[in-house]
Nanobody
Framework: QVQLVESGGGLVQAGGSLRLSCAASGRTFSGYTMGWFRQAPGKEREFVASIRWNSGSTYYADSVKGRFTISRDNANKVVYLQMNSLKPEDTAVYFC?????????????????WGQGTQVTVSS
């Protein structure tokens, strides 16, 4: 059974940095895409970044491009989201997700497995 467990969230001042981790287990993730999504209060869950497990190709939402970096540790099955230059509007619950699908990878419906989420709060 696939499990995704996020960690690393917290409270940080604007301009600061955080690194989120997602520990994945339960299957081999070869051929999978791993993603990070976020959901702020009263808003829909939105795509943040994704990475192809095999190739390491990465994709980002325009709102985080240049500030966030997604990466993975194949051996330990961990996906990271390094977040720099954080802004108050980055405040949200951040979710790790995984999918074996090849389409719709920018929307939550494209992902099959989800973690419980970790809170990120950026104060101004």
């Amino acid at each position: 059974q696939v499990q995704l467990v996020e960690s690393g969230g917290g409270l940080v001042q604007a301009g600061g940095s955080l690194r989120l981790s997602c520990a994945a287990s339960g299957r081999t993730f070869s051929g999978y895409t791993m993603g990070w999504f976020r959901q702020a209060p009263g808003k829909e869950r939105e795509f943040v970044a994704s990475i192809r497990w095999n190739s390491g190709s990465t994709y980002y939402a325009d709102s985080v491009k240049g500030r966030f970096t997604i990466s993975r540790d194949n051996a330990n099955k961990v996906v990271y989201l390094q977040m720099n230059s954080l802004k108050p509007e980055d405040t949200a619950v951040y979710f790790c997700a995984a999918t074996g699908k090849l389409l719709s990878l920018w929307v939550p419906a494209g992902f099959t497995y989800w973690g419980q989420g970790t809170q990120v709060t950026v104060s101004s």
